[in-house]
């Protein structure tokens, strides 16, 4: 067999974490935001918001970080390439983030379309201005931000396995102080109002599409950080 | 581990003489076969090319030979070829060593030789 | 005979601290080969570098004639099994075997469900909920059913009691008879493997002490034990590996050296009490020489 299909096999073979716990983690929030919207009907023509669905997003992150580091030393120690185990990994990411955006619009479409908001007007999968425009953008929205929040985590996890405790230290300090200056840059030269008018502008299929070449930079990081990552 | 094998010399050479032991007792019969080499490595829980070594050790010295295809034979003669090997080690292991000793303690030797026969009688 | 494992002034640092000291030898093919020493002399470095799981600081490294870095052509014919391997959270025994499956070109399904049931594994059971013992034994399990060119066993045999010890070394005897490999054994065990070992590497503080057949090692070195003076006397000229005196009697360990002339006799003769030494002593006796030497550069 070959390897890169091997590990995809490696990653793919819990089912349970990989396609159950995301959807009990969301489903349960679901479900208690359904009871509340039950509970405590919103006056008319208000409806119930909630943004319960960051969590599958949230998930998806930590998930990829939690992937590298276990995953590669394991694999690492079977003797796979790491250029194996980048793609392999690429590969069945994709795979369960392309379903399980799927699922988003099936939920979504239930929600919005056929169910009437679950008869309680609650806007949990159906939301204003990210379920806008055509279908298709409900999957594809969740797919872009999936796609990159998991490859920031798995990026995370490879910085941490290639420069250790070290440099994690080193990368939340650096953060630190860029966000520090960043913040203050931007807020001397007045930049915030130009920054929300240039997202208020954009759909979320847009900002989806610009999250693109950012899920770039982070497998390309991630790529150069497992080369030259040891046991 | 296996049945033990000397610390004190290659274990090649214990293999050999463990061969040798049998064909000398009549256990191993001439133009029997000998045990395969895996066979001996697994007995003795040695490394095959070990075990190998020890059996082309007796090849080389006559005692055992290779039927094609089927394994390890005790060549004809293997007995007295063992035999002979044996009576001279038994003059350096035994003989030397005790005249050695005999000298030590001041034994002459006439009364080694009463010794020997004393011996004989009452073993 | 093929080199499978050629290595040159093999060297590993890590800032000031040199690990693996210029290490040379070469591994041929269908041979077991000991890999001893103390715990951090420097083995599992060698071979996390053999596999390319670490990186050389300088010298050369040579796997079926090719660099092992990211190279399927030298890796997919390699098992290498240690005793720190970590596995992924919620893998079952039966998950990491299916794994080995897809990544062990040789692998022989059945020759490890047999296994399996020699070592008495629960298949359904999460690695992270097995004792040590059991570990180790997924650990062998993997390393003789993958059937590779190259199984390389790095201590694996944490926390199994002697009698698990013993299966695995017939176990190991029994296929290397049937399908011919090459293996690495490393361990500090050194008298239990003795007699498996066809060919002996010992490394300390990082440094190659012995690279010779296992058969001229035995019988190589005794130790005689006598008056003082007598020993002294006997012992000019020859390599002496050990020197201890209690008031009259001085006993030393003597090397005969590969090619030298069996002194043990001569020894006794003289009537000097000779002893013999053991593989696992005569390493030792190497080690204590090697510190020895270590502390004299310092």
């Not at chain 1, 847009?206 to 982070?218: D, M, R, S």
């Not at chain 2, 094998?5 to 001439?30: C, H, K, S, W, Y």
């Not at chain 3, 693996?20 to 996390?48: P, Q, W």
């Not at chain 3, 005969?256 to 005569?282: I, K």
Request: aromatic share 10%.
């Amino acid at each position: 067999m070959n390897r890169t299909l091997a590990v995809t096999r490696l990653q793919l073979r819990k089912k349970l974490q990989l396609f159950i716990v995301p959807w009990l983690v969301l489903g349960s929030s679901f479900i208690i935001n359904l009871l509340i919207a039950f509970i405590s009907p919103q006056p008319d023509g208000e409806g119930f918001y909630t943004g319960g669905i960051a969590s599958i997003f949230i998930y998806m992150m930590i998930y990829g970080i939690i992937t590298y580091v276990q995953t590669f030393p394991f694999s690492l120690g079977l003797g796979i390439r790491r250029s194996d185990f980048y793609w392999g990994t690429a590969l069945s990411a994709t795979a369960v983030l392309f379903m399980s955006s799927l699922g988003l619009l099936l939920l979504s479409v239930i929600e919005g379309i056929w169910t009437n908001h679950w008869g309680v007007d609650l806007h949990f999968f159906d939301l204003p201005y990210w379920s806008d425009g055509p279908l298709l953008n409900r999957w594809w929205v969740p797919f872009a931000l999936l796609l990159n929040l998991f490859w920031l985590g798995f990026m995370i996890g490879g910085y941490f396995k290639r420069f250790g405790k070290t440099g994690m230290l080193a990368a939340t300090l650096v953060g630190i102080v860029v966000g520090t200056v960043g913040t203050y840059v931007i807020t001397y030269n007045n930049w915030w109002p130009s920054i929300g008018e240039w997202f208020a502008n954009r759909t979320m299929a847009e900002i989806a599409l610009w999250t693109l070449p950012v899920t770039f930079v982070f497998a390309a990081l991630t790529r150069l950080f497992v080369r030259r990552t040891t046991v | 581990m296996g049945p033990s094998m000397d610390d004190n010399r290659p274990i090649f050479v214990q293999i050999a003489e463990r061969i040798e032991d049998d064909i000398i007792e009549g256990t191993l019969l001439e133009e029997t076969q000998a045990p395969s080499t895996t066979h001996i490595a697994a007995f003795y829980r040695i490394n095959p090319a070990t075990a190998a070594k020890g059996v082309n050790l007796l090849v080389d010295e006559g005692i055992l030979y290779k039927k094609r295809g089927i394994g390890m034979f005790v060549s004809t003669g293997a007995r007295q070829i063992a035999v002979n090997k044996r009576k001279e080690q038994f003059y350096e292991q035994y003989i030397v060593a005790m005249i050695r000793e005999a000298k030590r303690l001041g034994i002459t030797v006439e009364q080694l030789k009463d010794m020997i026969q004393k011996g004989e009688v009452n073993p | 005979m093929t080199s499978i494992i050629e290595v040159i002034d093999l060297t590993k640092r890590y800032g000031a601290v040199v690990t693996v000291d210029r290490v040379s030898f070469k591994v041929e093919e269908h041979k077991i080969y000991g890999l001893l020493g103390r715990n951090g002399a420097g083995k599992t470095t060698i071979m996390h570098m053999l596999t390319a799981q670490q990186f050389v600081s300088s010298g050369e490294i040579r796997v079926f004639g090719e660099q092992p870095y990211e190279n399927n052509n030298v890796l997919e014919r390699i098992c290498f099994i240690k005793e720190s391997q970590k596995y992924p959270e919620h893998y079952t025994v039966r998950d990491v075997l299916d794994t080995a499956a897809d990544v062990y070109r040789n692998w022989d399904r059945a020759y490890a469900m047999s296994l399996v049931g020699q070592f008495q594994l629960p298949l359904k059971r999460q690695i992270k909920k097995l004792s040590r013992g059991m570990l180790s034994a997924v650990g062998i399990i993997i390393g003789l059913a993958s059937r590779a060119p190259l199984t390389i066993f790095d201590e694996p045999y944490l926390g199994l009691d002697a009698v698990s010890r013993q299966m695995f070394y017939d176990c190991l005897l029994a296929d290397f008879a049937e399908h011919p490999r090459t293996v690495l054994l490393s361990t500090h065990l050194i008298d239990e493997v003795s007699n498996l070992l066809e060919h002996v590497l010992l490394i300390d503080g990082g440094k190659l002490l012995l690279d010779e057949e296992a058969e001229t090692l035995r019988g190589r070195a005794y130790t005689i034990s006598g008056p003082k003076a007598a020993v002294e006397v006997f012992a000019s000229g020859r390599k002496v590996l050990d020197s201890q005196t209690l008031g009259g009697l001085t006993q030393m360990t003597i090397d005969n050296g590969p090619n030298g002339e069996s002194g043990q006799d001569e020894a006794t003769a003289l009537g000097l009490s000779v002893a013999p030494v053991s593989l696992q002593q005569l390493c030792v006796s190497y080690m204590k020489r090697n510190t020895g030497s270590n502390k004299g550069e310092k």
